[in-house]
Nanobody
Framework: QVQLVESGGGLVQAGGSLRLSCAAS????????MDWYRQTPGKQRELVAV???????KYTDDVKGRFTISRDNAKNTVYLQMNNLKPDDTAVYYC???????????????WGQGTQVTVSS
């Protein structure tokens, strides 16, 4: 069974840093795009950053210059380095990945369990 397991959330003061990790485990053929989303109560989940299997990245304007998404393809892991955090970054952060199954080579969408990031002012 394929799973995405996140780690690295927590409480930090404004201006501080956190690093989130998300590892894909189980049996699969390959991992395509890996993303980070975030969600606050009463709002829709929003895309924060994307990284393709080839390493191309894209960010939402709010986090450009402060957050960096990266991945280790050998470990099937995606990271989100968050610097200069602001109270508005407070949210539950979810990783997401498009994973290609063995044998069928069909692509399925998977989500992590979410990790809370709280930034105090």
């Amino acid at each position: 069974q394929v799973q995405l397991v996140e780690s690295g959330g927590g409480l930090v003061q404004a201006g501080g840093s956190l690093r989130l990790s998300c590892a894909a485990s189980g049996s699969f053929f390959s991992v395509n795009d890996m993303d980070w989303y975030r969600q606050t109560p009463g709002k829709q989940r929003e895309l924060v950053a994307v990284i393709t299997s080839g390493g191309r990245t894209k960010y939402t304007d709010d986090v450009k210059g402060r957050f960096t998404i990266s991945r280790d393809n050998a470990k099937n892991t995606v990271y989100l380095q968050m610097n200069n955090l602001k109270p508005d970054d407070t949210a539950v952060y979810y990783c997401h990945a498009e994973i290609v199954a063995h044998t069928t080579f069909l692509t399925f969408s998977y989500w992590g369990q979410g990790t809370q990031v709280t930034v105090s002012s």
